[in-house]
């Protein structure tokens, strides 16, 4: 696989990372704010930590190897507002069509990142590496199957799911492509303060209430920004460092099986036989593309 050296860092970090952000989808349900506006909060009780976090690497030596340029923070700029589009379309997806379709159609990214890093990074992508892909994509579409077929499913959930794939696939090549030379750091606290401003002025659009009405309201915010954001986000985006894009695109659809786990033990909902297989067809598909190899080396 193509990994740096510091892989074995690399790997526990997004198997961390993965889990914790699981837990993501189930928060935003139960949320007492609306989903544009629980995003930003998200944002906002990110941010101390991050900023913290940027002034520990900068104290610590691991600064950036040049002075940012106008490209940087515009590119930096883009990831944030890849992110706000992510957040606003997977949070009304969520409460739209529940925590497992939204959270596996948000997981089509991963053919997108795939190519995206062929094309951005020159990843070449193996035989081993396309027949998990396949897999994998082939349970997701047996989660959508059910979607259609069974009662109750939402065509405009569905639809915003879709629409978050472009966004976060977009979202996390843009990480990898800033992890060459800047710390992650400074592009989680650049990227999620650009990305409040964009979600505070559609939550003000949407003419969400902005108040939690209880402190377990304000909780669920807090636990939204502060453990699913900066610390499931950021350890992806550490591990985005040292591992091939497309490898992580394959090895992040674990996190609709696993939300879709938490939501069928904790929020009640009930995944059906469809949805059953799709989500072991996702994990074969991930298993397979990490033993036959995800990328083989740069062209």
């Not at 860092?9 to 629980?38: D, R």
């Not at 941010?47 to 104290?59: G, H, I, Q, V, Y």
Request: net charge positive; charged share 10%; glycine share 12%.
């Amino acid at each position: 696989m193509s990994f740096s050296p510091n892989a074995r860092f690399g790997l526990p970090a997004l198997a961390l990372g993965i889990l914790v952000i699981s837990f993501s989808p189930l928060l935003v349900q139960v949320s007492e704010v609306g989903p544009s506006t629980t995003a930003v909060y998200r944002a906002l009780f990110a941010m101390p930590a991050l900023t913290a976090w940027m002034l520990l690497e900068s104290r610590k030596g691991d600064a950036p190897r040049r002075k940012l340029t106008t490209r940087d923070w515009a590119l930096l700029a883009l990831t944030g507002l890849f992110f706000t589009g992510d957040l606003v379309a997977w949070h009304s997806a969520i409460r739209l069509s529940g925590v497992a379709n939204a959270t596996f159609l948000a997981h089509l990214s991963t053919p997108i990142i795939a190519i995206g890093a062929w094309l951005m990074f020159s990843e070449r992508l193996t035989w081993g590496f396309v027949a998990g892909l396949l897999l994998a994509m082939a349970g997701t579409a047996l989660i959508m199957g059910a979607s259609i077929i069974e009662p109750g499913g939402s065509l405009l959930g569905d639809g915003l799911g879709l629409l978050t794939a472009f966004f976060y696939g977009g979202y996390l090549l843009m990480i990898k492509h800033l992890r060459e030379h800047l710390p992650s750091g400074l592009i989680m606290a650049a990227s999620t303060a650009f990305s409040f401003v964009g979600l505070l002025i559609v939550a003000l659009i949407m003419d969400e209430s902005l108040i939690p009405v209880t402190l377990l309201g304000w909780g669920t915010l807090v636990a939204i920004g502060l453990i699913i954001h900066a610390g499931g986000q950021g350890l992806i985006t550490v591990a985005f460092r040292h591992l091939s894009a497309s490898f992580a695109s394959v090895a992040l659809l674990g996190t609709p099986v696993l939300a879709a786990f938490f939501g069928w033990l904790i929020l009640d909902e009930t995944l059906t036989l469809l949805q059953g297989l799709g989500c072991a067809a996702v994990l074969a598909g991930i298993a397979l593309s990490q033993r036959l190899g995800a990328a083989k080396g740069r062209a």
